[in-house]
C-alpha cells in the first residue's frame, strides 16, 4: 500500500477554483491508478477522477476539473474550476493497484484522510 496526504482544500465562492494535492509515498508510484473521490454530508462517496495513462471523469465535473500528476514528485492533483456549490464534500485521493482505469471505490487499496472542499453561492 501507499500512504496518501490531501491538502488544498478550502472555502471557495462559487465560480472559483481550487487545486488539490494528494502525496504519495511507499511502494513505486507511477504504476497505480489514482483517483479522486468525494463524499458530501448523507451522500454516499461518489468517483470524481481518475488516472493512469489516462484519464476518466464524472459526468458532473467533466469539462470543470482537471486531474494530473508528476510522477517525479509521487503526487496527483485534481484542478477544479468553475465550483458549484454541489461540489462541497470532503474530497479524498485514492491509490488502486489494478490494471485498468476504473471508477469503482472498492478497487482502490489506499486512501487519503480527506480534505475539506467547501463552494459558497
Known amino acids: 500500500q501507499v500512504q496518501l496526504v490531501e491538502s488544498g482544500g478550502g472555502l471557495v465562492q462559487a465560480g472559483g477554483s481550487l487545486r488539490l494535492s494528494c502525496a504519495a509515498s511507499?511502494?513505486?508510484?507511477?504504476?497505480?491508478?489514482m483517483g479522486w473521490f468525494r463524499q458530501a454530508p448523507g451522500k454516499e462517496r461518489e468517483f470524481v477522477a481518475a488516472i493512469k495513462w489516462s484519464t476518466y471523469y464524472a459526468d458532473s465535473v467533466k469539462g470543470r476539473f482537471t486531474i494530473s500528476r508528476d510522477n517525479a514528485k509521487n503526487t496527483v492533483y485534481l484542478q477544479m474550476n468553475s465550483l458549484k456549490p454541489d461540489d462541497t464534500a470532503v474530497y479524498y485521493c485514492?491509490?488502486?493497484?489494478?490494471?485498468?482505469?476504473?471508477?469503482?471505490?472498492?478497487?482502490?487499496?489506499?486512501w487519503g484522510q480527506g480534505t475539506q472542499v467547501t463552494v459558497s453561492s
Open positions: 485514492a491509490a488502486g493497484r489494478g490494471v485498468l482505469l476504473t471508477t469503482h471505490a472498492p478497487d482502490y487499496d489506499s
Open positions: 511507499g511502494r513505486p508510484f507511477s504504476s497505480y491508478n
